[in-house]
Every structure is written in structure tokens, then in C-alpha cells.
């Protein structure tokens, strides 16, 4: 028996083989953006799980990074947890629990520096997005380099049933940065 990979949606074994990633959508800033919104994502039934991919800039100065939020659906109610795990390049870790918010966060490791240059980079697993049966679960890897260097995973819970039809992503202080580009994948 061959050992499996351990990763983000590490499917081998149960059907003999890697799982097909297929690009669905994809989006890049030509200006900065408050927001970016898919839609239409309950056209993709055939697909298991969705995963978003995205390298980003959410900073306007300072030397902190700025955080991304995710809403489906629309849903701006308390409906949202979230757990997260970090490490920083100067040998800090930490953990918390945000309780019941109106957004589950992806990440607090955007670009957040001064330089415009610095961009954070993450993937985020929305697993079952289509189950009417399931509250959504996310994960989220991601990390940044420069000022404020960190890696962080983020768990997430979405207390809705609910098939996901669309996925808003919210920069917490300051708008996504030029150059910005987010990506939905189709998990077979």
C-alpha cells in the first residue's frame, strides 16, 4: 500500500486517484476594490468541493497585515466562526476563537505593509459547498513574507444548511490592492 499525501483535500485512496482541479473563475484588480463577489457558483453542482486560491494586497500603510473576510451567500448575519492558528517571522504564535460574526476570516496575513509589493498568498477549501444538508466548513492556509512575516490556517463554519450559490471576499481595513487576483477552483 502506498502512503497517502497529507494536504489540503488529500482525496487519493478512496477512488485511486488525485482529484481534478478545475478553473471555474478568476478575477485580478486592475484598480483597488472594496469586495469581490462570485456568483452563479450553484451552477457547479457536479463538482464535490470548491477551493479559492488567492495572492493579495489589503495594505495602505503600516506595518501590519490586513485580513480578508468571507460572507456566502450574502448572509450578513451572525452566522459565523471562526478558529485560527498563526506563527510571525519574529518567533510570536498564538490562537483564538472569534465567536458569532457576520463573516468567517481566511486569513490575517494580506499585504499590509507600506509596500504596495508585498503580497499575502493562501488557498481556502469550501468542502460540500453544494450538501443542503451540511453546515459549510472552510480551511485556509496562507502566509506572507516581508513586514509582519506570517503563516496562519484558519477554520471556519458557516451555521447554514444552505447550498453555497456565492462567496463575497471583504478586506478588513482597507480595500484589495491593484494587481490582486482570486481564483475558484472545482474539486471533483
Keep these: 500500500m502506498t502512503p497517502l499525501p ?17 478553473l471555474l473563475a478568476t478575477t485580478t484588480l486592475n484598480s483597488t476594490a472594496t469586495s469581490v ?9 457536479d463538482y464535490k468541493h470548491l477551493q479559492l486560491r488567492f495572492i493579495a494586497n489589503g495594505g495602505s500603510g503600516g ?7 468571507l460572507q456566502f451567500n450574502g448572509d450578513t448575519s451572525s452566522s459565523y466562526t471562526t478558529h485560527r492558528l498563526w506563527a510571525t517571522g ?27 509589493s508585498e503580497f499575502g498568498a493562501g488557498i481556502t ?21 516581508g513586514n509582519n512575516k506570517q503563516v496562519t490556517m484558519h477554520d471556519g463554519l458557516w451555521y447554514s444548511a444552505a447550498a453555497v450559490t456565492s462567496l463575497k471576499l471583504i478586506p478588513e481595513t482597507s480595500p484589495f490592492n491593484v ?4 481564483a475558484i477552483y472545482g474539486v471533483r
Aim: hydrophobic share 30%.
Design 6 to 22: 497529507l494536504g489540503i483535500l488529500a482525496l487519493a485512496g478512496v477512488t485511486g486517484g488525485a482529484p481534478a482541479f478545475d
Design 37 to 45: 463577489t462570485f456568483s452563479g457558483l450553484g451552477s457547479y453542482t
Design 63 to 69: 506595518n501590519f497585515s490586513t485580513a480578508c473576510q
Design 90 to 116: 519574529a518567533g510570536g504564535v498564538g490562537n483564538n476563537h472569534d465567536g458569532t460574526n457576520t463573516y468567517t476570516m481566511l486569513t490575517n496575513a494580506l499585504g499590509g505593509s507600506s509596500d504596495s
Design 125 to 145: 477549501d469550501i468542502y460540500d459547498f453544494a450538501s443542503t444538508s451540511k453546515k459549510t466548513v472552510v480551511r485556509t492556509l496562507s502566509g506572507k513574507t
Design 179 to 182: 494587481g490582486s487576483r482570486f
